[in-house]
């Protein structure tokens, strides 16, 4: 039996070590990984867990993402709770097992302490990875801070290992911003969280040899297509199960979750759609322009990037005047992915009820986003919606330095 | 909201110094955030590292900060690092040096108006003398809890026993010499 732990009702934790601790108390059957930066200190310090006898479970060292994710895969499909970390270049080298992942149906948790992705060679925090996997058929959430970051990550168990999801799960936090930076963290206690994430419970597990099952079989054009239509619809509503997690969690912990969270949008005219710190870095921006300068500013934030909540959206964004959606990944010859899809949520409320908006490419590779930046984009926002129309070009870059770069301008007849 | 700048190498302990003190600081009730900022990631390498300390629970996740306290554990980074930067008229600071204050003054033209806000303590000699390496973080943090009056001498010896708990008892005790004996001689 694994030993437990002694943990304070208050712990000074940063994102990693808060996640590391989120995964030893799940009791993880299997972690096959290879570290990277910034997320180098969840494997090393749940290997210091396997190693000092907090952990039953195995922990495989591999040869890289690639064989970490495989492994994970392997593991899972063998019947067993698997779990493993990456970022950036190893994100993007486990890519196409990513995919296998979902395919088969595997409800792995991997904890993505997101990263920029080369070149050029960066270590520190943007979206580029996160944004890589919004395809992949996982479920993505994402932490604005260590305390949600341990949080999500007991959740994330919870969520994709039951009967009706099956899916695996990502949890995202920001490189260094969250999971270098310690703060307050209420951990549960071991007891505690075990009970909450559970026991697993295999589904078609391939060591039961008196039931022999595939996984990872061809399928051609007969039936490709519907598999994948069935995989996306188990995607789609597997927000059912994530509400319900996210209702229990909050009854156990009084934390609240919610799969778009929304900040003073009660009454707000301009918002910033975020994910991330900036999240957390623009509430403060509000909070400060209606106290000084009486701007009505709101925040929106998918905390569950996929699924994407459409209809959470229109819902807190209809009736707006301006919003901006800030996307920390550079979209590389579009509009940012977050603009885009905040965008298509709007297209479908009447137009009189759609508010302007604008799309900002930020805080690239760990670039600083100040509350005074945040204030900036805010009263940008205000200043188109009180002219009526979006008097700058629609997609900007915050914080570059030199030249201001834009693209496309509103057409006023 | 207290704010602290820690000017370091990497490898001096500056960011184990900033988690250990918010470590400290919540033990009061306190909300704390304790990060570094790494330059070009090798040791030896001028580095910062950053608290955070408010009643709230601290949302504010930029780098930027107009720091209430600069504690520099490197003595050569006061003259090299930009130590003053974004600086208040109250900013106090502490540094390490084995000059004695007006000597360590006079050398630095940007500190000569803010005399009676720059305080100085060998944290250099003092970890070499205690814990037997050159590791200034452990004293720095007595030289700060003398200076910013945040805790009384003995609350703080107890919970950095606690947080200092899985290292041999040799460590701690030198630890516990170097945060007092800092503590006694900043001036």
Redesign the interface.
Same mark, same amino acid.
């Given at each position: 039996m694994a030993e437990k732990m002694d943990l304070q009702s208050t712990e000074v934790w940063d994102g990693n070590y808060a996640a590391a601790q989120a995964l030893r108390q799940a009791q993880v059957d299997v972690v096959a990984a290879y570290p990277i930066t910034p997320s180098t200190p969840i494997v090393e310090n749940y290997g210091n867990f396997v190693a000092n006898g907090y952990v039953d479970g195995e922990f495989v060292m591999v040869e890289s993402e690639h064989a970490a994710m495989s492994g994970c895969v392997g593991a899972a499909a063998a019947g067993g709770r698997v779990a493993t970390a990456t970022s950036s270049q190893g994100f993007a080298l486990m890519v196409e097992v990513l995919y296998q992942a979902s395919g088969m149906r595997l409800p792995i948790v991997l904890t993505v302490v997101n990263r920029a992705l080369a070149s050029p060679l960066n270590v520190r925090g943007d979206h580029g990875d996160m944004y890589l996997g919004r395809d992949s058929g996982w479920i993505q959430l994402d932490a604005f801070n260590a305390q949600e970051a341990y949080d999500l990550t007991l959740m994330a168990f919870k969520i994709g290992e039951d009967i009706n999801v099956r899916l695996p799960v990502m949890v995202h936090q920001d490189g260094f911003i969250t999971s270098h930076t310690a703060q307050n963290i209420h951990p549960l206690s071991d007891d505690e969280a075990y009970a909450f994430v559970g026991d697993y419970k295999p589904v078609d597990e391939m060591l039961d040899f008196s039931r022999p099952v595939t996984y990872g079989a061809q399928t051609e054009e007969d039936w490709h297509f519907e598999h994948k239509a069935k995989q996306h619809r188990a995607l789609m509503d597997s927000y059912v199960v994530i509400d319900r997690v996210f209702e229990e969690f909050e009854k156990k912990t009084g934390r609240k979750y919610k799969r778009l969270e929304t900040y003073m949008m009660e009454d707000a005219e301009v918002a910033i759609v975020a994910l991330g710190t900036t999240v957390e870095t623009a509430i403060l921006a509000a909070k400060q322009l209606r106290e000084e300068e009486g701007i009505k500013a709101g925040i929106v934030a998918p905390r569950t990037f996929r699924p994407f909540p459409f209809n959470e959206i229109r819902e807190a964004l209809a009736g707006l005047k301006c919003v901006a959606a800030m996307d920390r990944s550079c979209p590389m010859g579009a509009m940012g992915a977050l603009y885009n899809e905040v965008n298509g949520a709007l297209a479908s409320i009447p137009a009189d009820q759609r508010p302007l908006m604008t799309n900002f490419i930020y805080g690239l590779g760990g670039r600083d986003f100040s509350v005074k930046e945040a204030k900036r984009i805010f009263r940008e926002q205000k200043g188109h919606a009180d002219v009526g129309y979006i008097t700058t070009p629609i997609q900007q870059f915050s914080g570059l330095r030199g030249p201001k770069l834009g693209f496309y301008e509103v057409k006023r007849s | 909201m207290t704010e602290i700048r820690w000017h370091s190498r990497a490898g001096q302990g500056a960011v184990t110094g @900033? *988690?250990g003190l918010?470590?400290v600081v919540?033990?009061t009730g306190k $909300?704390? $955030?304790? #990060? @570094?900022l790494y330059g070009s @990631?090798k040791r030896g390498a001028a580095m910062r590292a950053y608290n955070r300390i408010d009643d709230e629970? %601290? %949302?504010?996740?930029? *780098? #930027?900060m107009l720091p209430d306290y600069v504690l520099v554990i490197d003595p050569a980074l006061a003259f090299t690092d930009n130590i003053t930067e974004n600086d208040k008229p109250t900013t106090q600071y502490i540094i390490t040096t084995h000059l004695s204050k007006d000597e360590l003054i006079a050398q630095i033209p940007e500190l000569q108006d803010k005399k009676e806000r720059v305080h100085v303590v060998d944290c250099i000699q003092i970890s070499l003398d205690t814990i037997g390496r050159a590791i200034p973080n452990a004293p720095m943090l007595g030289a700060f809890v003398k200076v910013s009056g945040m805790f009384e001498l003995d609350y703080f010896l107890e919970a950095m026993k606690r947080v200092l708990s899985k290292f041999p008892q040799k460590i701690i005790d030198g630890n516990m010499q170097a945060i007092t004996r800092a503590y006694n001689e900043v001036n």
């Open positions: - | @900033a *988690k918010g470590d919540s033990t $909300q704390v $955030q304790a #990060f @570094a @990631a629970p %601290i %949302i504010n996740h930029e *780098k #930027f």
